[in-house]
């Protein structure tokens, strides 16, 4: 089992950066594959980015290709978006979530196991 805390959400004008931080517990987060979504009010959730265990294959949705970098410290046991030219349509909630059914990132929420709080991302015109 592991758990999951989200870090470095806030206040950013359009065209900014933040980096997003997922901490999890527990000795075996390289075993998980990893990935972020959000949730933006009065909206379903969506995927955002996600990597695999060892951090070799990344996915992100068209959204954010180009913009948003996910990574992984299986060191510090720490997941990573770094997200530039963010924009007003960026600004939702942030979920990091983990799986151990798949090794390689996945885009389905049904795979994820284990979710944090979420982190508020807000991004003003």
């Known amino acids: 089992q592991v758990q999951l805390v989200e870090s470095g959400g806030g206040l950013v004008q359009a065209g900014g950066s933040l980096r997003l931080s997922c901490a999890a517990s527990?000795?075996?987060?390289?075993?998980?594959?990893m990935g972020w979504f959000r949730q933006a009010p009065g909206k379903e959730r969506e995927f955002v980015a996600a990597i695999s265990w060892r951090g070799g294959a990344t996915s992100y949705a068209d959204s954010v290709k180009g913009r948003f970098t996910i990574s992984r410290d299986n060191a510090k046991n720490t997941l990573y978006l770094q997200m530039n030219n963010l924009k007003p349509e960026d600004t939702a909630v942030y979920y990091c979530?983990?799986?151990?059914?798949?090794?390689?990132?996945?885009?389905?929420?049904?795979?994820?196991?284990?979710w944090g709080q979420g982190t508020q991302v807000t991004v003003s015109s």
């Open positions: 979530a983990a799986t151990q059914q798949f090794g390689g990132p996945s885009r389905d929420e049904n795979f994820y196991d284990y």
């Open positions: 527990g000795r075996t987060f390289s075993t998980y594959a």
